[in-house]
Every structure is written in structure tokens, then in C-alpha cells.
């Protein structure tokens, strides 16, 4: 039952309010539609993490799907929906394939979710070897106001980060030039990472979070070669030196 | 074939109209055909350091448009030959400038020009970003101040980037260092930047140093570039920078402070 909200019902007392928001949904990239085989795969998936599906919310993809071949009568999304419901998940929408199949999906409860390109649909999982680390490499000087960062690898800048700069790495950053910007390395929790600069100067360095400002840096270190890394999760700032 | 070079500082008010006036008319001093192009829409000042302002019909934005032709446009210099001028419009804004409309117009003007100067306004928004998009060379004009630094260290980043040559990837954008308002005795002193720390911070060819100078001032309250100022020292400055930038081989000058002799000190002249 709703409760009623007292009599004096001003500007900010609205029942609710709308606001977009992010999340991270798990998606059912869906090839064919036999249902025999979906819950055969799926109790194969379920005994491998149960956990996993405890009403996990999920994005049904179509767009791997091959056509029905005869037309729309065979496509079943209610039934697909309590398939998915009965092993723990959470169907909350679908997206791409056609737009018989969209509107069959739409009278079926499902709403269509906008299109969004995601990075390689899983159609090929044989192929998923781990990728080897993917290392960026700038031969220009970094220069205010531009920011660089470096997915699931190292970052090597030959030149100077500018003040106003950003470089970002999800592994290393080595700095062939003086670091006056920012520079963050294992931004995605890496704690192993390293910062290397021929001369720093920075506005900040962060790794894994862990962070110093230039006002925090000790002036002695200023205008050397350095490195920075994490030791028992504080960072350290040595003279580049072997 | 053409050479288009923008004249751009991300900062306002640090030289770049004045640079831009005397480049172009020490180009076409030089005998190259030249053409000097107000991307300041809205703010019009190319025409009142030139000393044209009186003779604005048309300007860039009637020419995007195609409410008049480029000859409708373009205003012939009085002192020098071979130098044209096109102004901004000052009743539009920088929407005007489309990448289509301007690269139309440079592309005409690349028929009977050899040097196509675009003065570009402050800041890194439409004007600036359509004056330096089609450069083949650049000249940053920067101060000897923090602010200004930083400022042109971005916009060589903007030209780094987002030029047309940058996006096509074709060679880069050629840069040169324009230090304008510099005075060494204060650089000496620590009160400014001295040229070596802007070129470590910058990082790219000094083509000139501009002293700071009253004469600057002057010659812009009266319509003519400093270069045709014979004797002064802002005016010498921007010959050699327009000799250096044609590819002579040129000492920098006024970039140590000038040893004041016995009377001057004693009666504090300068």
C-alpha cells in the first residue's frame, strides 16, 4: 500500500523522480531459438556457477540470431522468458535483430533496448584467446588539455607530458621526456604498475588509485628521473637508477 | 602550389593580429602574393591594424555565403604590393564559418595566392579551430607569461590532432614559436619567462623574438603593421622573422638585455 505523504505537498515532495543511469547487465547473445537446446545449455551453465544466476538481470541480443525459417510463428519469447526466469534470470529487454523479430519480442513484454556497439559480440567463442597486452605508443609530446590512455596495456610517450596533460594506463607508463601532466597507471586496480619519467614535474600521479600532487611531491625529487610504484599499498618515488 | 599558415595562440590579446599584419605584408614585401584572412568574425580588427577599415565592402562571411565574389572582397593593400585583405564580417558570428564554406574560399584564393595568412581568433572553439583546420604551417604566438604557455601548448595539441592534416594523416602541421612582447631585462630578472624556458615547456622552433615595444602600440592606433615601421626594433624583429620563416639563416635578436651605456644608466633612460 502507498503511504500518503502529509498535506503540505510542496515543490519537492513529487513522488519520484526520473534520472538515467549506467549499469552493467549481463547479455544473452542468442544464435538460435531451439528451445530444447537453450535449457540444455543453460542447466550446463547453472551447475557450473549457480551463484551466478540468482535473478541475474539479462539483455536478450538478437542479432547473432539466424531467421526462422518459417516466419515468425515458431518464435516464442513468453516461452524463452520463462525458460530464462525458471534458471534464475532476469530477462529485462532485448536489442538488434529485425524488426519482425523486435515487435514479436514487444507484444511477448520484452521491451527493445536501444542499440549500443559492443566490442565484438561473442559469436566466435573459440576464439577468445587471451589477448596479449596492448601497449600504446606516442611519438608526439603530450600536450595540454589532451588526454591519452592506454587499454589493457603499457603507455611509452616519446616526449613531454605537457601541464594540463593526462596519460592514463590500464598497465605501465613510461615517459621518455618530462612528466608536467597527470599520469595514472593501473587505472583498472593493477597495483603491480609503474610510472617512469625522465623528469618529473607532475601535476599527479596515481597508481591504482593510490595518488600524490605535485604540492605532496618532495621538491628534492622535482626535475629527476623517477620512478613511482606501490609498496604495501603506499606510493614509492625512487631515482631512476639501477 | 599555396601555402595556407595560420597565425593562433589559444590566449587572447598576446600578439596575433599584429603578427599576423606584419607577416603578410613582410611576405609580399618579399614579392610573394599574398593574402591575409580576418577569421575573427565578429570581433573585426585585421582591418583596423592594417589600415583598411574605411574601404570594407564585402567580407569572408558574404563570400561563404555567396553573396559576393572573392574580387568583391578582397582589398588591395595601398603600401604594398602583391598584399590582399579579407576582412571579417563584424554583424556575424563564428557559425558562419563552415569547414565547406572555407575550404571553397581557400581553395580559390590558393589560385592566386602563394601565401594565405589566417589570423585566428582567441580561443579553441569554431573560429580558431576552421582558421587553423586547413593549415599546411603554423605560427604560435605566445607571451613570456605562464598563462599564455599553456594556453599555445594547447592549441599545438588542437593542431596536432584535429588539423585537416592531422585527421587525413598527412604530414604534420609545420610549428613555429612566435615569443611577441618580450623583454629581456625583466626575463633577466625572473619577472617573465626567458625564451629557454618557453622553448623547453613548448617544445618547437623559435622562428622569432618580438620585443616589447611602444611602437607596437602605436603603429596599431594608426593602421600600419609594425614592419613598416623602419627603425624600430618590434618592426626589425618581424623582418628577420619573415627572412627566417623563407628560410635564411638569421641570429636571434633583442633576446639579451641591451648593456646600457654610463649616461643612460646615470640618467635612467631606456
Redesign the interface.
Known amino acids: 500500500m502507498l503511504l500518503r505523504s502529509p498535506g503540505f505537498a510542496g515543490e519537492n515532495t513529487a513522488p519520484f523522480e526520473l534520472k538515467g543511469s549506467l549499469f552493467t547487465l549481463t547479455v544473452m547473445h542468442l544464435f538460435q531459438l531451439d528451445r530444447l537446446a537453450i535449457e540444455r545449455h543453460l542447466a550446463e551453465k547453472v551447475k557450473k556457477a549457480p551463484s551466478f544466476f540468482n535473478n541475474t538481470p539479462v539483455v536478450i541480443d538478437l542479432e547473432g540470431l539466424t531467421e526462422p525459417k518459417n516466419g515468425m510463428d515458431g518464435v516464442d519469447f513468453n516461452g524463452l522468458y520463462e525458460l530464462l526466469r525458471g534458471h534464475g534470470m532476469a530477462p529485462v529487454g532485448i536489442r538488434n535483430g529485425s524488426p519482425e523479430l523486435q515487435e514479436v519480442a514487444r507484444r511477448a513484454g520484452l521491451p527493445v533496448l536501444p542499440e549500443s556497439r559492443s566490442a565484438g559480440v561473442a559469436r566466435k567463442p573459440e576464439r577468445a584467446e587471451p589477448t596479449p597486452a596492448r601497449n600504446r605508443l606516442i611519438n608526439h609530446p603530450v600536450r595540454s588539455g589532451q588526454q591519452i590512455y592506454a587499454s589493457e596495456g603499457d603507455l611509452i610517450v616519446l616526449g613531454t607530458v605537457s601541464a594540463g596533460a593526462e596519460v592514463i594506463a590500464d598497465g605501465n607508463i613510461h615517459i621518455y621526456g618530462a612528466l608536467r601532466g597527470r599520469a595514472l597507471a593501473g587505472v583498472k586496480g593493477d597495483v603491480e604498475t609503474w610510472i617512469f619519467c625522465q623528469s618529473l614535474e607532475a601535476e599527479l600521479i596515481s597508481i591504482a588509485g593510490r595518488y600524490r600532487i605535485s604540492e605532496q611531491l618532495d621538491p628534492a625529487d622535482r626535475g629527476k628521473a623517477m620512478q613511482v610504484h606501490l609498496v604495501d599499498d603506499r606510493l614509492v618515488i625512487d631515482h631512476l637508477t639501477r | 602550389m599555396a601555402t595556407v599558415i595560420v597565425v593562433t595562440s589559444g590566449k587572447g590579446g598576446v600578439g596575433k593580429t599584429t603578427t599576423s599584419a606584419s607577416f603578410a605584408t613582410g611576405l609580399a614585401q618579399r614579392g610573394y602574393r599574398t593574402v591575409v584572412i580576418d577569421f575573427d568574425v565578429g570581433l573585426r580588427n585585421l582591418d583596423l591594424i592594417m589600415g583598411c577599415e574605411r574601404r570594407v565592402v564585402y567580407d569572408f562571411v558574404n563570400i561563404i555565403n555567396g553573396e559576393a565574389n572573392l574580387n568583391q572582397a578582397l582589398i588591395r593593400d595601398k603600401r604594398v604590393e602583391n598584399l590582399h585583405i579579407l576582412p571579417a564580417s563584424q554583424t556575424r558570428d563564428k557559425e558562419a564559418l563552415t569547414k565547406e564554406g572555407v575550404e571553397r574560399v581557400l581553395n580559390d584564393l590558393r589560385q592566386s595566392f602563394e601565401y594565405i595568412v589566417c589570423d585566428s581568433p582567441a580561443g579553441?572553439e569554431r573560429g580558431a579551430l576552421m582558421a587553423l583546420y586547413f593549415a599546411d604551417e603554423a605560427l604560435v604566438v605566445t607571451n613570456p607569461e605562464v598563462s599564455s604557455v599553456?594556453?599555445s601548448?594547447?592549441i599545438?595539441?588542437?593542431l596536432?590532432?584535429r588539423s585537416r592534416r592531422a585527421e587525413q594523416g598527412d604530414p604534420?602541421v609545420k610549428e613555429h614559436l612566435v615569443l611577441a612582447r618580450y623583454a629581456p631585462e625583466r626575463a633577466d630578472r625572473g619577472d617573465m619567462l626567458s625564451v629557454e624556458d618557453v622553448l623547453e615547456?613548448l617544445?618547437i622552433p623559435l622562428l622569432g623574438v618580438i620585443p616589447e615595444s611602444q611602437t607596437v602600440l602605436q603603429s596599431s592606433n594608426s593602421g600600419v603593421p609594425v614592419i613598416l615601421e623602419d627603425g624600430s626594433d618590434a618592426g626589425v624583429a618581424y623582418g628577420d622573422l619573415v627572412d627566417r620563416f623563407l628560410g635564411k639563416n638569421l641570429p636571434h635578436r633583442f633576446i639579451t638585455p641591451q648593456k646600457k651605456g654610463f649616461l643612460k644608466r646615470l640618467f635612467g633612460g631606456g
Open positions: 579553441i599553456r594556453d601548448d594547447r599545438l595539441g588542437i596536432a590532432s604534420p615547456i617544445g
